[in-house]
């Protein structure tokens, strides 16, 4: 048996939420017509995201390593003991989402400003 929900968030959080509401209806009313009707229940009951929160997902699903890069430098951020330390560590993280903010409005055309804010909060 497929996965209906399963594919239906992996469809709806990767494409632009612009068409989000439209094609959720639209796979809700599949899983009915196949017979599914709890599975149509959760989908139509499923969140369009915000612009910056399709942004960073976008971000998420296209490289696996932006995680564990953030997860490794708030670690070392919680462990560090000396002030230079912190310092040091608050310039990269500083670094880090700078650049992960430009790879996650890459290919977008001239994302606003707020969305840019948004994405680097």
């Known amino acids: 048996m497929k996965d209906l929900l399963g594919e239906a968030q992996a469809e ?3 494409a632009d939420p612009d068409g989000f509401t439209a094609r959720r209806n639209e796979l809700a ?8 009707p709890s599975e149509a229940k959760q989908i139509a009951a499923l969140r ?4 910056s929160a399709w942004v960073v ?3 998420v699903r296209s490289d696996p390593e932006v995680r ?3 997860d490794a430098l708030a670690a070392d951020l919680r462990e560090a003991a000396d002030l230079a330390r912190i310092r040091e560590l608050t310039t ?3 670094r880090l989402v700078d650049e992960l903010t430009r ?5 977008l055309p001239a994302p606003p400003a707020a969305l840019r804010e948004e994405v680097t909060a």
């Open 12 to 14: 709806l959080y990767e």
């Open 29 to 36: 009313a599949s899983a009915r017509e196949a017979g599914q």
């Open 48 to 51: 369009k995201p915000t612009r």
């Open 57 to 59: 997902n976008r971000l």
């Open 68 to 70: 564990s890069r953030l």
């Open 92 to 94: 990269a993280r500083s």
């Open 103 to 107: 790879q996650a409005l890459a290919g």
